[in-house]
């Protein structure tokens, strides 16, 4: 897709979105031009799946002090070390293990790393992220990680031709989100529920999401 019509793409997002709801643009496989066209037209948070693709493209458009960049896809332990020098805050933590090491890399060079807990919210073999029903257990050691601060929960629903389908499963991630923040555990403050991809995302909405993750929408099909 040409620049313009990406930026384009951008606002038309970005007008349909309550104020409270903030836009990650979900950049995989797109170059360097089309990050930059959907910066122009608003993108603030660009989320990636993989390590090495975000730091390619942060070489490739340099620093920017108005984007921040988020970590939405599994994140292997071996590649914490540089997500933790990357990334703004990490969405996928799915297990105490990869929080243990995130929190270690992030101690050697004090930096306190907002996360998010990956909710797989279908209970599907083939995803990554934690059954609904050990999120809690998961989250009260977490909390105890002193370079982690807990923000919130993030869930990818199953996939399905009709995206109402998806709702149940947006309802019931918002229902756990509910219940963690009723908890007031020390170190968790639940402020961000990310749900919502191009099909879906006004049906999180309605469902409580504040952070979703577009790509196609705005940056058409990927190849
Ligand atoms: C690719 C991706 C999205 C966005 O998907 P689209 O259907 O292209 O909008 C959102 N979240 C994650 C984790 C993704 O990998």
């Not at 995206?163 to 555990?185: C, G, M, N, Q, V």
Request: aromatic share 6%; net charge positive.
């Amino acid at each position: 897709m040409s620049s313009g019509v990406i930026e384009n793409n951008v606002r038309e997002i970005l007008e349909t979105l309550p104020d409270s709801v903030t836009l990650v643009a979900a950049a995989k496989t797109r170059s360097a031009d089309e990050v930059r066209a959907a910066i122009r037209g608003g993108v603030k948070i660009l989320g990636y799946n993989y390590v090495q693709e975000a730091a390619a493209i942060k070489q490739e458009i340099g620093e920017n002090p108005a984007v921040r960049w988020h970590m939405i896809g599994h994140l292997q332990r071996n590649k914490a070390k540089q997500a933790v020098e990357l990334f703004d805050m990490i969405e996928t933590i799915d297990s105490l293990r990869l929080a243990e090491t995130v929190n270690r890399h992030c101690a050697k060079i004090d930096k306190q790393m907002p996360v998010l807990i990956e909710i797989n919210s279908g209970r599907e073999r083939n995803k990554t992220g934690v059954f609904p029903e050990a999120a809690e257990a998961l989250i009260k050691k977490v909390s105890d990680l002193s370079h982690l601060k807990l923000q919130g929960l993030m869930t990818m629903a199953p996939f399905f031709d009709d995206p109402e389908k998806a709702r149940p499963y947006f309802k019931s991630t918002r229902l756990l989100f509910d219940k963690i923040a009723a908890f007031d555990f020390v170190n968790v403050s639940m402020k961000y529920l990310s749900m919502g991809m191009s099909d879906t995302y006004q049906i999180a909405i309605e469902e409580g999401a504040n952070l979703v993750r577009i790509g196609t929408r705005m940056f058409g099909p990927r190849k």
